[in-house]
């Protein structure tokens, strides 16, 4: 069984800081993607940033030159550095990874719980 685990979510003023954390665990053979996607409330789940294990990554432009995506491919894990925060980021985070379970399986998505962010003064 597969378990993404979350933490740093939180309450944080406009132009402040969170960093959200994200680690994969279980029965993994392999890690194809990790990222980061969110939904705030009445909208469709939307995506912030990912990143292949080639390092290969890609922002949402909402968060372009704001956010910064890390992996860590030695631990499963991914962490999101999200800076100048903006009410409208406001949303729960969650982290999403693609992967292999076993070589001859093929890769699935998994979900964390999701995180909240609010973004108020």
């Known amino acids: 069984q597969v378990q993404l685990v979350e933490s740093g979510g939180g309450l944080v003023q406009p132009g402040g800081s969170l960093r959200l954390s994200c680690a994969a665990s279980?029965?993994?053979?392999?890690?194809?993607?990790m990222g980061w996607y969110r939904q705030a409330p009445g909208k469709q789940r939307e995506l912030v940033a990912n990143?292949?294990?080639?390092?290969?990554?890609t922002y949402a432009d909402s968060v372009k030159g704001r956010f910064t995506i890390a992996r860590d491919n030695a631990k499963n894990t991914v962490d999101l550095q999200m800076n100048s925060l903006r009410p409208e980021d406001t949303a729960v985070y969650y982290c999403?990874?693609?992967?292999?379970?076993?070589?001859?399986?093929?890769?699935?998505?998994?979900w964390g719980q999701g995180t909240q962010v609010t973004v108020s003064s």
């Open positions: 990143t292949l294990r080639d390092g290969t990554t």
């Open positions: 999403n990874s693609v992967l292999r379970i076993a070589n001859i399986l093929p890769q699935r998505s998994y």
């Open positions: 279980g029965s993994i053979f392999s890690i194809s993607a």
